[in-house]
């Protein structure tokens, strides 16, 4: 198993910049492939980035690609999040999530089984 909290959530300007982390425990962390969802109010939560377990396959929401970059520090136990040219519509509460060990990086959130509290994201226009 492996537990995750997220941090770096805040409150910036449009076009700002923004970067969350997101720490996982145990010593097994490089096993599995990690992603980031968020959910906006009064919508269904959606898949952000994902990247898989050696830091490869990684895939974007077509509303994030070339904004958000998704990558990992295995020795650290962490995975970032780092977004840039920020808009009010990525307003959101993001969560960290992983897969089963060993699993191939998917986007679905019904493939997560260990899911972060989720840290708040507000851009302002």
């Known amino acids: 198993q492996v537990q995750v909290v997220e941090s770096g959530g805040g409150l910036v300007q449009a076009g700002g910049s923004l970067r969350l982390s997101c720490a996982a425990s145990?010593?097994?962390?490089?096993?599995?492939?990690m992603g980031w969802f968020r959910q906006a109010p009064g919508k269904e939560r959606e898949f952000v980035a994902t990247?898989?377990?050696?830091?490869?396959?990684?895939y974007y929401a077509d509303s994030v690609k070339g904004r958000f970059t998704i990558s990992r520090d295995n020795t650290n136990n962490t995975v970032y999040l780092q977004m840039k040219s920020l808009k009010p519509e990525d307003t959101a509460v993001y969560y960290c999530?992983?897969?089963?060990?060993?699993?191939?990086?998917?986007?679905?959130?019904?493939?997560?089984?260990?899911w972060g509290q989720g840290t708040q994201v507000t851009v302002s226009s």
């Open positions: 145990g010593r097994t962390f490089s096993r599995y492939p």
């Open positions: 990247i898989g377990w050696s830091g490869g396959r990684i």
């Open positions: 999530a992983a897969q089963e060990a060993w699993k191939v990086a998917a986007t679905d959130p019904n493939e997560f089984h260990y």
